[in-house]
Each structure stands twice: as C-alpha cells, then as structure tokens.
C-alpha cells in the first residue's frame, strides 16, 4: 500500500506563515497530493485570521490551481486548546477541519512540574471533549513566559 504524501498543517501570512496562497502551492507542487491550509483561528492570537471574503476568495483560488496541479486542497483552521475546550471564536460554514494545539499554558509560575502537569491535563480533558478533528503539537512547547 502506497500512502498518499499530504500535509494538513500549512500556515500563509494571513496568520503566522511567510508565503502567500500561490508561493504556497509552488513549493506543495511535486511534493504532496493533499493539503490543507490551517491560518490560525483562535480567541485571542494575535495572528489569528477573519474569514473575510478577500481571504475566501483567494483560498478558493488556491483550491483551484492546487486541484490543476494535481493537489487535493482543504480548508481548515487551527485553533486553542483551554482548560474550558476549544478556543474557536465561532463556527463559519468553509472550515473543513479544524486542529485544535495548545498554545498557552495557564500557569503563573515556570515551574517544570506544574507546567507539565497542567499541559497534560489541558490536553486530556479536551481530548475528551473532542469538537476538533486533528490535535496538534502534543509534543508540547518550552515553558517560557511571558506567553
């Protein structure tokens, strides 16, 4: 069985990436059949991006030049992680998926055990909870502060 070469987890400058949509697909070209494009979307990120008609249209576009090449393009989001769920500021009709990661650890102190121990249980619980379809980062981050 042959896997198909895919990555879910692609950032543009609309949020934290550096390329836009066609500088994007030129370096996807010959390198993946599946991809998807995941801007963050996310309370209170200060690269999360809006579902804007501009960013629509020219994720569509992308969509189209990507299938003419052979890619199979979706549109997700990746969004937050809180011990309350999911950070996704609303529900919008183009997202196909969404990844939810753990980009902020509630903690006061830089404790390594506390940080730790709360990544987990953060990560736990909303595994639980679902309302994502991919988690991402579990891998964690350093704990550095201020977030």
Do not use: Q
Not at 102 to 111: A, D, F, G, Q
């Amino acid at each position: 069985m042959k896997l198909k070469n895919f990555d879910y987890h692609l950032h543009t400058h609309h949020s934290d990436g550096e390329m836009s949509f066609s500088d994007l697909l030129e370096a996807l070209k010959d390198n993946v059949e599946i991809c998807g494009v995941t801007d963050h979307f996310e309370l209170k990120h200060s690269y999360s991006i809006d579902f804007t008609e501009k960013y629509i249209n020219e994720f569509n576009k992308f969509k189209e030049n990507a299938k003419n090449a052979g890619i199979t393009a979706y549109l997700g989001v990746e969004t937050g992680l809180g011990k309350n769920g999911i950070l996704l500021p609303y529900k919008h009709r183009e997202i196909e998926y969404v990844i939810a990661s753990l980009h902020r650890v509630p903690v006061k102190e830089t404790n390594y055990d506390d940080y730790w121990e709360t990544y987990k249980n953060i990560i736990s619980k909303n595994v639980k909870e679902g309302g994502f379809n991919i988690l991402g980062h579990v891998e964690g981050y350093l704990p550095l502060l201020p977030f």
